[in-house]
């Protein structure tokens, strides 16, 4: 078929074609943002779950119902090595200028752009990356003491009542929150909390790996009750099966009911893998329906993208050591694995295997579900490994 016409999306953060299964986590995050505008308390909301579930075409979809509905929004995404300041800062700078531009706003948005001003000027020894051009003067006092927690809510809370003189809402939108470090995460669930005893019309709406609650936990032993936390896992059956079939039958084709239940089967739901597959599925197939023989076909070229983006972007950033500890979580399968079961399969002891571990929590590759057990937070790595570093030379290095 006609590959141009090919509706399936499969990039990194890329929407597809049919937003399927995620209408109640999207009127969730309405509700929050909404009762915050009209200041009600409403709790921040931080999305969880595995590589590949949609958790970043999900923000960029709230954020797009938000503005819609009339909020300021910022938008960032947390790399590894980037201070939270440096990241905030630009964004915030935008949203104040914005609001300058209207009359209602307009002091006390200069008043945020004046607190942004101090917050760059005080804390730019400490956080090196933090840079920001403001033609205002710093205000005396306003969020300049060089302390992050104190200096955050305040500036917070000036871009945010900014916002509220608009008759809005200021909320923040922050991707792969699971590499800010966990200071700045406490200065963070500080600033939030604080800003909602005051009735500070700011929310956050933001997503990480499965790590992030027992992150933000160390951070604040009370994020549990200023955070919902929903778990976002692979599509159930109905709404992976609308992942695939409706974007294909609005352009007039069909998938025989075999080969979609084997496109379920291949990807378990995952949203990314569907996309793939979908993809595959449609450039190989010679019409309508598409068969259970066209979806056959299609795996091997789905799997071949999977290994040479997906996973090999993730598999490249590893030391050896780390991916050989990988390799043993791999030959025991999809997991989680108790990490004693995991020395052993490399010969080690568990003690001698504890930095690698806390290493690969780090870059995001797995994450510890309970005490002393590790899973991937990438779906089917497992298999993925076991096919690049298939028999046994991986054990030597």
Same mark, same amino acid.
């Given at each position: 078929?006609? @590959?141009?016409?090919?509706?399936?999306?499969?990039?990194?953060?890329?929407? @597809?074609?049919?937003?399927?299964?995620?209408?109640?986590?999207?009127?969730?995050?309405?509700?929050?943002?909404?009762?915050?505008?009209?200041?009600?308390?409403?709790?921040?909301?931080? %999305?969880?779950?595995?590589?590949?579930?949609?958790?970043?075409?999900?923000?960029?979809?709230? +954020?797009?119902?938000?503005?819609?509905?009339?909020?300021?929004?910022?938008?960032?995404?947390?790399?590894?090595? &980037?201070?939270?300041?440096?990241?905030?800062?630009?964004?915030?700078?935008?949203?104040?200028?914005?609001?300058?531009?209207?009359?209602?706003?307009?002091?006390?948005?200069?008043?945020? %752009?004046?607190?942004?001003?101090?917050?760059?000027?005080?804390?730019?020894?400490?956080?090196?990356?933090?840079?920001?051009?403001?033609?205002?003067?710093?205000?005396?006092?306003?969020?300049?003491?060089?302390?992050?927690?104190?200096?955050?809510?305040?500036?917070?809370?000036?871009?945010?009542?900014?916002?509220?003189?608009?008759?809005?809402?200021?909320?923040?939108?922050?991707?792969?929150?699971?590499?800010? @470090?966990?200071? !700045?995460?406490?200065?963070? #669930?500080?600033?939030?909390?604080?800003?909602? !005893?005051?009735?500070?019309?700011?929310?956050?709406?933001?997503?990480?790996? $499965?790590?992030?609650?027992? !992150?933000?936990?160390?951070?604040?032993?009370?994020?549990? &009750?200023?955070?919902?936390?929903?778990?976002?896992?692979?599509?159930?059956?109905?709404?992976?099966?609308?992942?695939?079939?409706?974007?294909?039958?609005?352009?007039?084709?069909?998938?025989?009911?075999?080969?979609?239940?084997?496109?379920?089967?291949?990807?378990?739901?995952? $949203?990314?893998?569907?996309?793939?597959?979908?993809?595959?599925?449609?450039?190989?197939?010679?019409?309508?329906?598409?068969?259970?023989?066209?979806?056959?076909?299609?795996? &091997?070229?789905?799997?071949?993208?999977?290994?040479?983006?997906?996973?090999? #972007?993730?598999?490249?950033?590893?030391?050896?050591?780390?991916?050989?500890?990988?390799?043993?979580?791999?030959?025991?399968?999809?997991?989680?694995?108790?990490?004693?079961?995991?020395?052993?399969?490399?010969?080690?002891?568990?003690?001698?295997?504890?930095?690698? &571990?806390?290493?690969?929590?780090?870059?995001?590759?797995?994450?510890?579900?309970?005490?002393?057990?590790?899973?991937?937070?990438? $779906?089917?790595?497992?298999?993925? %490994? +076991?096919?690049?570093?298939?028999?046994?030379?991986?054990?030597?290095?």
């Amino acid at each position: 078929m006609d @590959p141009i016409a090919n509706p399936y999306a499969p990039g990194a953060g890329a929407p @597809p074609p049919e937003l399927a299964g995620r209408d109640a986590l999207i009127e969730q995050v309405r509700i929050a943002t909404a009762r915050i505008r009209a200041g009600r308390q409403a709790k921040s909301v931080l %999305l969880v779950g595995l590589r590949g579930v949609g958790k970043t075409v999900l923000l960029d979809r709230m +954020r797009q119902d938000a503005e819609a509905a009339g909020m300021e929004t910022i938008r960032i995404e947390a790399p590894e090595g &980037r201070s939270l300041p440096a990241m905030l800062a630009p964004q915030l700078r935008l949203a104040l200028l914005r609001l300058s531009r209207r009359d209602k706003a307009k002091d006390l948005a200069s008043r945020g %752009l004046r607190a942004l001003a101090g917050f760059a000027k005080s804390l730019k020894l400490k956080y090196a990356d933090l840079e920001v051009g403001i033609d205002l003067d710093p205000e005396p006092g306003l969020a300049d003491n060089g302390d992050l927690e104190s200096d955050l809510l305040a500036l917070l809370e000036a871009a945010a009542r900014a916002a509220q003189a608009d008759g809005t809402a200021l909320v923040l939108f922050i991707d792969e929150l699971q590499y800010v @470090p966990e200071e !700045q995460l406490a200065s963070l #669930v500080t600033a939030l909390h604080r800003c909602a !005893q005051q009735q500070v019309p700011v929310v956050l709406v933001g997503a990480g790996l $499965p790590s992030l609650p027992g !992150q933000m936990g160390r951070a604040k032993s009370y994020a549990e &009750r200023l955070f919902a936390f929903p778990f976002i896992g692979p599509l159930d059956a109905t709404a992976a099966r609308d992942a695939i079939e409706v974007p294909a039958a609005a352009l007039g084709v069909r998938f025989e009911p075999a080969a979609t239940e084997a496109i379920l089967q291949a990807t378990e739901g995952y $949203p990314y893998f569907l996309q793939e597959w979908g993809k595959h599925a449609w450039d190989v197939a010679k019409g309508s329906p598409i068969t259970v023989a066209d979806v056959e076909l299609a795996a &091997r070229e789905a799997v071949a993208a999977l290994d040479e983006s997906f996973f090999r #972007v993730r598999f490249d950033r590893l030391t050896l050591a780390e991916k050989r500890y990988l390799r043993a979580m791999a030959a025991l399968g999809p997991g989680p694995h108790r990490s004693g079961d995991i020395a052993d399969t490399l010969g080690r002891k568990v003690t001698a295997m504890g930095p690698i &571990r806390a290493q690969l929590i780090d870059k995001g590759m797995v994450w510890s579900p309970n005490h002393g057990d590790t899973a991937f937070t990438v $779906p089917m790595f497992d298999a993925y %490994l +076991r096919r690049i570093l298939p028999g046994e030379d991986w054990r030597e290095g």
